[in-house]
C-alpha cells in the first residue's frame, strides 16, 4: 500500500499563507471597515481553514469519497444550527 | 471466510481480520476520525451559536470584553498552532517515508509548542483573574466601563461575554490537554519503531485531531480577540 505523499515544500507554501494570513486578520481589525470588519474576519478565518482541511488534512487528497461527504455535511449540519437560530433570534424581539 | 484473507492476515502483522487489506483498513479509520470530528464541530457549533446570539444582543459589551483581553497573546498563540500544524503535517509525512528520528523530533517539537500554547493561554487567564474579569461572585468589570464609558457597559452582559470567553478558550484549551496526551503516546510508539511506510494510520488520525483543534482556534481568535480593534470615535 503507498500513500500519497504531499512535497515538504506545499506544506511549507501553506504555513507561510497561514501565517500571512494572521498578520493580515490581525492588521485589518484596526481598521475601520464598519460591518466590513466582521465578515472579512470570518472569510479570512475560513480560507485558513479551508487550507487547513484541504492540504494539512488531506481532503484534497483523498480517494474516499465518503470522507469528502462527511466533511461537507459536517459544515452543512453547523450552517443549519447558526442559520435556523439566527432566523429565530433575527426575527423576534430579545428581552 | 476465505482462504485469501487468512493468507493477508500472515503478511500483514497490522491488519484486522476484518479488513479485505491495509487500504480499506486505513479508509475505514479516516472514515470513522472524519464522522469522530463531525461530533465535534456540532460540540463546538453549540458554543458558536451561543456566542452568535448573546453578541447579536449586547454587542457594546462584547466589543468592549474583546478589546480587554491581551491581542498580543492571542496572536502569538494563533502563530504557536500554525507552527505546531506545520509540524504535525511534516510529522506525518516522516511516517510515511520511514524517517523514524525525523518523526520522533516532530512530535516532541508538536509537544512542545502545544504546551507553550497552554502555558501562554494560562498567563492571560492569569491576566483576567487579576483583572476580577472571571464570572462568578468577585466578578468586576468597572474597570472596563470607565475605560470605554461611550459604550455604556451593563455589567451583568459583560459578564456573559467572559463566560463564552471562558467555556469556549477552555474547552479548546480541554482538546489541546487531550491532544498533547495523544502526541504522548504517538511519540512512545514511534520511537519503538511502530510506524512506517506499511502502517502509520495511527499518526495520520492523531494529526486529524490536532488539525482540527487549529482549526477552532483559527476561529477563536478573530470571534474573540478582534470583535472590535478600530479606533473609538
Known amino acids: ?95 | 471466510m476465505s482462504d485469501s484473507s487468512v493468507a493477508v492476515e500472515h503478511h500483514e502483522p497490522d491488519l484486522q481480520h476484518h479488513f479485505a487489506d491495509m487500504g480499506q483498513q486505513k479508509d475505514a479509520a479516516s472514515l470513522g476520525m472524519w464522522l469522530f470530528l463531525a461530533t465535534e464541530i456540532m460540540f463546538f457549533g453549540g458554543m458558536f451559536c451561543a456566542y452568535l446570539i448573546y453578541r447579536r444582543a449586547y454587542y457594546n459589551e462584547f466589543a468592549a470584553g474583546s478589546r480587554s483581553i491581551n491581542i498580543w497573546l492571542g496572536a502569538i498563540n494563533t502563530v504557536v498552532l500554525i507552527c505546531s500544524s506545520l509540524t504535525v503535517a511534516m510529522g506525518v509525512r516522516a511516517a510515511q517515508m520511514g524517517k523514524r528520528k525525523l518523526l520522533v523530533i516532530l512530535l516532541i517539537l508538536t509537544l512542545i509548542l502545544g504546551l507553550a500554547f497552554l502555558g501562554i493561554k494560562g498567563i492571560e487567564w492569569h491576566d483576567k483573574y487579576k483583572e476580577h474579569h472571571i464570572p462568578g461572585p468577585s466578578f468586576d468589570a468597572s474597570d472596563i466601563s470607565r475605560e470605554y464609558p461611550q459604550l455604556h457597559i451593563d455589567q451583568s452582559h459583560e459578564q456573559i461575554f467572559f463566560s463564552l470567553y471562558f467555556a469556549m478558550t477552555g474547552l479548546h484549551a480541554l482538546h489541546m490537554i487531550i491532544g498533547i496526551g495523544l502526541f504522548l503516546y504517538l511519540t512512545h510508539f514511534s520511537w519503538k519503531g511502530r510506524y512506517g511506510p506499511e502502517y502509520y494510520t495511527p499518526v495520520e488520525m492523531g494529526g486529524l485531531y490536532w488539525h482540527f483543534v487549529d482549526i477552532v482556534w483559527i476561529y477563536l481568535f478573530p470571534l474573540l480577540y478582534l470583535i472590535d480593534r478600530k479606533p473609538l470615535g
Open chain 1, 1 to 95: 500500500m503507498s500513500a500519497h505523499i504531499i512535497p515538504a515544500k506545499l506544506y511549507v507554501t501553506i504555513w507561510l499563507a497561514l501565517m500571512v494570513l494572521t498578520v493580515v486578520t490581525a492588521g485589518v481589525a484596526f481598521i475601520d471597515l464598519g460591518p466590513l470588519n466582521t465578515i472579512v474576519a470570518l472569510a479570512i478565518a475560513t480560507l485558513k481553514a479551508v487550507l487547513v482541511v484541504l492540504i494539512f488534512m488531506h481532503v484534497k487528497y483523498t480517494s474516499e469519497k465518503l470522507t469528502k461527504l462527511v466533511v461537507i455535511s459536517a459544515v452543512f449540519w453547523l450552517f443549519i444550527l447558526l442559520a435556523l437560530s439566527l432566523f429565530d433570534y433575527g426575527t423576534r424581539t430579545l428581552g
